[in-house]
């Protein structure tokens, strides 16, 4: 089991921008792929981005594409999601997952493929 803490959520108007970052311990972090989940009010938790470990493979929820990007720091253990141009819709609760196997080829957006999920962090955007 991997333990992630998030940061960098918080208040942003339309069209700024915020940076989330997650730490991981626990276990080989250059061997799993990461990625971000979201979850608004009342909405069930959907898929943003996700980003392999073998060859960084990115993939991305349609509505985010050239939005925002999804990294890794491997030296450091740490994910990253830029996200710029926010919009109100992307009012969430962002959590930062990792998956639950090793060196897997590309990248899921299945959340049960998850194995480890951080305590999530507050993005508003106001309009």
């Known amino acids: 089991q991997v333990q992630l803490v998030e940061s960098g959520g918080g208040l942003v108007q339309a069209g700024g921008y915020l940076s989330l970052s997650c730490t991981a311990s626990?276990?080989?972090?250059?061997?799993?792929?990461m990625g971000w989940f979201r979850q608004a009010p009342g909405k069930e938790r959907e898929f943003v981005a996700a980003i392999s470990g073998i060859g960084g493979r990115t993939n991305y929820k349609d509505s985010v594409k050239g939005r925002f990007t999804i990294s890794r720091d491997n030296a450091k253990n740490t994910a990253y999601l830029q996200m710029n141009s926010l919009k109100p819709e992307d009012t969430a609760v962002y959590y930062c997952?990792?998956?639950?196997?090793?060196?897997?080829?590309?990248?899921?957006?299945?959340?049960?493929?998850?194995?480890?999920w951080g305590q999530g962090t507050q993005v508003t955007v106001s309009s």
């Open positions: 626990g276990r080989t972090f250059s061997s799993y792929g």
């Open positions: 997952v990792a998956d639950r196997f090793k060196n897997r080829i590309g990248t899921t957006t299945n959340d049960a493929d998850f194995g480890s």
